[in-house]
């Protein structure tokens, strides 16, 4: 309840003070509109070119990460070999 009685107490005192100030509430709005548009712009281009950076970076990766069927072969045998000699090192334990 406080807080929707203190939301429209400023919302009426804003709307006096504009119609009031309403000068130099525009000239405040003419020198922050750009300000605020070329922040945008800044954050946009950034975030455009993040994004090509991570493209770019997906594209690279995928070509080195595959695999020749011979060498998918070769890994496929080291994991067998590898899993006997843990089951061979399990048994000697117990």
Known sequence: MKTLIGGAIGAILGIIGMSVWWKPFLQLLAGAVPVMLLLGGGLAIYLGFDELKDGWKKNDTSEDTSL???ETETVKQDIDELKKE???LKSDKE
């Open 86 to 88: 843990i089951k061979t």
């Open 68 to 70: 020749a069927s011979g």
